[in-house]
């Protein structure tokens, strides 16, 4: 992002032949270029945001036209002290502190030994990069299946070597780290891509000086590849704390948010206050809420890609 | 190219150090890479070799956990496209996913063409104004969007599922990033020559720019197939559902019979297994590229 911006100004600061005439020339011509897209933006994006942050200060319902009685921060104010509220918000969290460190740590590991391996790699790209791009009903209706209890692959397949397993989608502890397998087996590829993208914009003489002055496999990691992968791990940090703060289809899905609402998350519980109690004023501020919550994350982000940049 | 430069990782692990270097503890460390990276693979191809083995045996077979299929039979998956709505949700899926990468390629390449190559004021503020657009979870527009469908009375359309899909910004980020590299003084000579801007945009413009219309294509029409609240939300007519939304929808349906459910499961999964092998290169490159510039 950052290095976008940096080629924006300079084009746009520079002096060249675009001056004068040519320049307002072109105001015209790229507004046309622009409309399209723009309207859209506008129509679809920026108008329901926008009101969306009205509708969160009104009593604003489902099934009535309006936007109904003004309720001021009342939505907001009921969804700071509704526990329900807080405890989705944790059931989201937890999902994120569960998914987020296999799936950074797992995809860095896997790529790193990929990295290192000569052939097959179209094999290695195939088993984890593919069940990324299936959609998530598929891959809940297999795991599903996979956690049923009695038939599941797993229980038997632990039984076999004399562990018992919890129900996984049934126990209202298990549930939730059963939901963080399924995701860490759905989305590690988009991670390990990345990764290996990272690892092969490492120059090779790096590795070669370092063999040459004796280092092991192992210290050329620790002291070039780790070091190297530092903005590679910022961005897949940030990207999965985000994906994974939104998730929704693996509860809706897989457990409806159960059992005894263990795994309903935000999202989820925007989508039963909308839709199943009609209160979509009240939807609404909860979205918003949610909204401080990403930008919270992404704000965090930008200043430690600034900070490393500020380094390099 | 990503296979090539694959090819090339390996070969600075095996020719970039010299014969006499390679030490047996670097020959065993990378016995122990290959070994583990193995395991892993197989660990991760076990789920869907699992779906597959169940949704060859009958319903019947499956009340005992067993890789062995005694009765293979392709029953599961017949009775599946005879008996649900699914060559329907292949239809629906198929519509908007394609209008959704069409729309998506055609409205954010102009936008970028006009925020690359042309000069104007306040472009740089059009610009950012458009990239705030990424700090804008599409989940948390979801009431507002329904609401907004309702109103203007496109609910249980297909134009619903596409029309929100269609305004992202990162694919007017990942053009505009394309169109920057390329020369400077191509617009200014195709004007010399008298060419209109739709001109250079159509015939010069948008010819060169072959591997970003693909990356943002694919990835549009991947995400738009699978994407589940939305359509889930506005499709309420089990004839116009998408794939996700049917497989959520009918999964209950099926109770026991694990078969069926997973037969469903693969026939849902098969048009982006197609797509991921024909266009893997793309996929992989795009999320390579446009993630670590993003």
Known sequence: MSTMTAADSRSATRPGPHRGGIRHDQARPAMWFLAPFVALYLLFIIGPALYGLLMSFFHTSLVKPGLSAFAGVGNYAEALQSSDFWSSLWHTIWFTILTTPPLIALGFVLALLANRVARGSWFFRLAFFAPYILPSAVVALIWIWIYTPGLGLLESMFGKIGITVPNWLGDPTWAMPSLAITTVWWTLGFNFVLYLAGLQDIPRELYEAASMDGAGPWQQIRMITIPLLGRTTTLVAVLQVIASLKVFDQMYIMTAGGPNFSTRSVLQYVYDQGFTNYRVGYAAAISMLFFVVVLAVSAVWFAIVRSQERQA | ?294
Not at chain 2, 5 to 29: H, I, M, P, Y
Not at chain 2, 217 to 228: K, Y
Not at chain 2, 245 to 274: C, E, H, K, N, W
Request: hydrophobic residues 55%; glycine residues 6%; aromatic residues 12%.
């Open chain 2, 1 to 294: 190219m990503a296979s090539t430069t694959l090819e090339r990782a390996g070969a600075r692990t095996g020719g970039g150090v010299t014969v006499g270097q390679v030490t047996s503890r670097t020959k065993l460390f990378n016995r122990i890479c290959i070994g583990v990276l193995i395991a892993f693979a197989i660990v991760w191809l076990i789920p869907l070799l699992w779906a597959l083995d169940t949704a060859l045996k009958p319903n019947a077979e499956t009340t005992t956990t067993t890789w062995l299929i005694e009765n293979p039979t392709f029953a599961a998956f017949t009775r599946t496209l005879q008996d649900t709505d699914i060559l329907r949700w292949y239809a629906a899926s198929f519509i908007t996913a394609t209008m959704t990468a069409v729309f998506t390629v055609i409205t954010a390449s102009m936008a970028a063409y006009a925020l690359s190559q042309l000069h104007f004021r306040y472009k740089n503020a059009i610009f950012w104004f458009i990239l705030a657009g990424l700090m804008i979870p599409g989940q948390v527009l979801i009431v507002p969007q329904f609401r907004e469908f309702e109103s203007i009375g496109l609910l249980n359309t297909f134009w619903a599922v596409v029309l929100p899909q269609v305004p992202t910004a990162v694919a007017v980020f990942i053009f505009k990033q394309f169109f920057d590299g390329l020369p400077r003084d191509l617009n200014e000579a195709a004007r010399v020559d008298g060419a209109g801007y739709w001109r250079i945009y159509r015939t010069i413009i948008m010819p060169l720019t072959r591997p970003a219309v693909s990356a943002v294509a694919i990835f549009t029409f991947v995400q738009a197939w699978n994407n589940l609240l939305w359509p889930l939300l506005v499709l309420t007519n089990p004839k116009l559902m998408t794939i996700p939304v049917g497989l959520a929808t009918v999964q209950g349906q099926f109770g026991i019979r694990y078969a069926d459910t997973m037969a469903s499961a693969i026939l849902g999964a098969l048009p982006l297994i197609a797509v991921f092998l024909l266009f893997q290169r793309n996929i992989v490159e795009g999320i390579a590229g446009t993630g670590l510039k993003g």
